[in-house]
């Protein structure tokens, strides 16, 4: 394949002057006649040999220094690039033909000293002329080329060894006369080009065995190469290690294990070197595919090459060219007559030659070449990035123009490239700079792509149909796009299964259960993908998308769910492609914190609106597997049951056992008390209603609901079961069958009970009873009459017994009154402990009974009467100290409550420090039999209405009877 050269000028051609003249260090001295044969370079200084044997060395500021290097003559001369070596072949006048090698130390040469003579190597007589010397950077290798095809190599220290015969080896013969020996520069393992007129031979020298690489350039497509060696001074090494050699209609590049390349360069070429990027080819130039005067014409073509970028930096005709050197980033052209310099131009201008011409991708190759290890290499480039790709977009090759704003990202504000592309035939081209766009990262690592460029990129993706190139971008293992857009925009666009993927592979619960259960309607993975989540995830999605599944599948969820809320749950296998970031792994750990196993049923409950025979399993399942349960569980499973009642009725098997299931949560009491009366209450559960009413002690209810229910039987049936906790039941059930029509014989039975237990004072069941009209006097009269003589028994009893107190009352008095005012006589002649005739001392008292002294452990008190002297203390000790509570306990209990009360007063406990007189008290009595006594009056008064003619026997009412009597008192 042809290639093309493009021609494109980076050199300034002058003249080497010295203080205004034409240089002149070249010409000849006293005499002597300077012919330059050899040129070499090296360490800031340039050096030219001469057929007599003489060396002249130039400095950087056109300083001459010449030395005798040989006394006879000089054939080749070579100085290492970055070692101070300088090697010379060549004879001396002493030593009839026989070549030397000379070695000198140029490290510190100055223009007033000479080189310092480091080494000679004497060539044996039997040994052919040296046509070819090369040494390695490192100095550790020497190789020479003879005429007769022989190369030799020293190996060691070649500044030291002297001897030819101990540090030379011969490693091949090429048969032919070698034309040029070069190291490569670069090889990790010493490699060696050897030339010869008619092939180019390659070897490693290190090697145990030395192989001989014939190193053939490939056969073209079109034209078959001949393999060709190198003319002299036509085989140069570049920087990157490539042999450069003289062809008939080009040159070639020869590297090693490797195809080389070839440059068109027609016409025999005089001299090739090789410096820096640059190829040099000196060659005759053509007219026509001839030589012009081959013979006579001294002129020749001069061409500076870039064989990487196939540009012409140089091509100028110059006259009597011998020689090409470089040094001090120059060219040295030398001809016999004076030196041309070829000046390479700045950066900058060559930069903007090219940018004249339209050459971007020389320019960018260039500014790498110039700028490698640099730091403003990438800021320069990104310039000729962006100039380039603004090029070739207004020459339409949008191709290749977003190519180049590909290599712009990261400086280049994208937005400014996505405005260009935003039309529908480019959509590819903005697909590929998206696509760039997601794969570059910040210095943090942070993808430059923010959620906009990923919807646009995803977008594209949908609009092209480029399926495999959406799969390749969301299967990537690197995140390096915005997560909630792409699956937004995968599941906007119907790509449920790359939604899917990201959800998943990103732990985005949320996401991927929406997208199932939304989109897909499938269920039955979402419950799967659950089940296989972490405890705290599983919790909160079966809180937020479990009514769904409930709905769908409600065996399968109720499965489910009697496991997870279990202290034993352990979750499926997990998938194994998931990725936690760090800070989501972070709020996961303490979601974990809070929330372990097992869950709470009644976090669920709400699942089950629609399904509540599936609660009804959920929650039996929980309360015979747990024992901790909430309280809401079993006031939900109470209503359950009872809302199952108003469909199966109140007959049957079902009924029974249901009814069984509702008893038996009730009496398991671990339900709200409050809650479980209201349920039974709404949906009229009888036994479930007085059970609760039993448990809660609440008997007037119990009463009340069968009030409502006109149950008379159970009314009355209840007084008589919780009557002795709760008295006041008879007073309820008093005054409802008092407002009750045709219920006179449980009217009877009440105020029978009333009667019997005395519970309530005739009055007040006078007032209860007037109250209401369908009250008839059959149904109390005989409840009044036994009270009435009950009252009238006890007033006869109450006034003998005020008169037998009033006269021991008497009787104490004038005994009082006898002991006070008269003395006393003491004939008892007993003694009342012993029994014994009394012996003096003797001890009377007197209530009358005397002691023997020796009898009476104290003399204080009677021993007869000290017993009953302390009950009656005791009493009235225990009645001051009686509390409040205590009292009005006992007074409610009494039968005889105004008893109790006068009884309180006879021991003076309601006055205690009013220091009364016997007068006092006896004015008190008087007055509570006065009491008594009107008390009396008004039960007669009572009694007389009652037995009245003129009332009806039947259907009188009680309340006329009430008023009258109120009158009467008045």
Known sequence: MSIHMVRQNFFEKSIVTSDGRTFEGLRDLDGKKFEVCEVTSGRGFLYFGSFNGEVRVVARDLS??????????????????????????????????????????????????????????????????ITAI????????????LANGEVYVCKGDILREKAFTRSFKRIFNAQKIITSINFHPNQTHIFMYITTGHAVWGCYPDKQRVEKLTLDFPVDDNTHHVPQGATKNCAAVDKTGMLWVDGVEEIRGFIPDSQGKSLPFNGKKLLISAFRGYVCVVKRPQIDGEDVNDGASRVYSVTVCDPKNNLIVFDEAIDNVTHVVYEWSSVFIVTPQKVIQLSEMDFETKMQSLFRRNRYEVAISLAREQYRGSDGIEEMLIRIYKIYASYLYEKKCFDESIQQYIKTIGTLEPSYVISRFL?????????????????????????????????????CYTKLKKKEKLDEFIHNDTLNFDLETAITVCRQAGFYDNALYLSRKNAEHEWYLKIQLENLHDEKNALDYISRLPFADAHMNMENYGKRLVTKLPEETTEFLKKFCLSNYTPAPPF?????????????????????????????????????KHLISFLEFMDNNRNDLNPEVYDTLLELYLRDTTDVGGDGEVAKELNNKIMGVLKGKRYNAHQAVILTQMYDHKEGILYLFGETKQYQQIVRYYMEKKDYKAVVSSCQYYGDADPSLWAQALEFFANEEGCQTYLKQVLDHIDAKNLLPPLMVIEVLARYDQVCLSSVKDYFTRRQRQETQSILEDEKKIISDRNKSRSTREEIEKLSTQATVFQDNVCSFCNDTLKLPVVHFLCGHSYCQSCLPSADECLRCRDKH?????????????????????????????????????????????????????????????????????????????????????????????????????
């Open 423 to 459: 039309d529908s035939q480019r959509i590819h081209n903005l697909t590929d700079y998206l696509q760039a766009l997601h794969d570059k990262q910040d210095q943090n690592g942070r993808p430059l792509a923010d959620k906009y460029h990923t919807t646009l990129l995803l977008n």
């Open 870 to 970: 302390a009950r009656v203390l005791s009493m009235a000790r225990s009645h001051e100290q009686e509390t409040h509570d205590a009292f009005m306990k006992r007074l409610d209990g009494a039968r005889d409550r105004f008893g109790v009360v006068a009884k309180q007063f006879g021991f003076n406990m309601f006055d205690k420090h009013s220091g009364g007189s016997d007068d006092e008290d006896v004015e008190l009595k008087e007055t509570s039999a006065r009491l008594r006594a009107s008390s009396r009056r008004n039960d007669e008064r009572a009694r007389g209405l009652t037995s009245s003619p003129n009332v009806e026997a039947l259907g009188s009412p009680i309340r006329t009877q009430r008023k009258q009597q109120q009158q009467q008192q008045q």
């Open 64 to 129: 001459v220094l010449s030395f005798q290097a040989f006394d006879l003559k000089l054939s080749l001369l070579f100085h290492l690039k970055g070692s101070p070596v300088l090697i010379a072949v060549g004879g001396d006048a002493d030593k009839d033909n026989v070549e030397t090698i000379k070695i000198w130390n140029t490290e510190n040469m100055q223009s007033s000293a000479v080189p310092t003579l480091l080494r000679t190597i004497k060539i044996p007589l039997q040994l052919d002329p």
């Open 576 to 612: 194994e492609d998931v990725v936690y970031d760090k800070k989501k792994k972070q709020l996961r750990q303490k979601a974990k914190e809070y929330l372990q196993p097992p869950a709470e049923p009644e976090d669920f409950i709400h699942l089950y609106v629609d399904h509540p």
């Open 134 to 145: 090369s040494a390695h950077e490192g100095v550790k290798h020497l190789a020479i080329g």
